[in-house]
């Protein structure tokens, strides 16, 4: 990232950062996860949903900073889910495990507990990797962002 990117993010707070953060690396999680219809299945339910009513499910909460922008630790989930349901924690590893290999959810719930304070810079580099990576993964899919 160069310093004209890096100049577009530092007169916001760290709370705004992370909001946009939060926004293109939810993007990508649930574009990564969908067809090319746009539509992907909850990793909990098996609901199948455009991408656009799909939460960016986290398997260890978003206020563990460590491993609030982790791909493995994220996929898409239905609002009921993820909201309501307080995000089917159970079902969710098993996900993980089958998905990344056994032993994932275990690692994953180890790394949430790191200490993790992330500078200006950290949330800017993040907030433009996502924006690539989602629109990348749009355009694979052929999904308009």
């Not at 890096?6 to 067809?35: C, G, M, P, T």
């Not at 909460?61 to 460590?66: D, I, V």
């Not at 790394?111 to 907030?127: D, G, N, P, S, V």
């Not at 990348?136 to 899919?141: D, H, M, S, W, Y």
Request: net charge positive; with cysteine; aromatic share 12%.
């Amino acid at each position: 990232m160069d310093t004209k990117q890096l100049n577009r993010y530092k007169n916001k707070s760290n709370s705004q950062l992370e909001k946009l953060a939060d926004k293109w690396f939810s993007l990508f999680v649930r574009i990564s996860h969908s067809d090319e219809n746009g539509e992907c299945i909850c990793v909990t339910c098996g609901k199948k949903l455009h991408y656009k009513l799909m939460d960016c499910g986290h398997f260890q909460s978003r206020r563990f900073k460590a491993t609030r922008y982790e791909p493995k630790n994220c996929a898409p989930q239905d609002t009921y889910c993820n909201r309501y349901q307080q995000g089917e924690q159970h079902k969710f590893a098993k996900y993980i495990d089958k998905t990344y290999g056994k032993g994932t959810a275990d690692a994953l719930e180890i790394a949430a507990h790191q200490i993790c304070k992330r500078k200006t810079f950290e949330l800017a580099y993040i907030i433009e990797e996502y924006k690539i990576l989602a629109k990348q993964e749009a355009g694979k899919r052929g999904i308009k962002l």
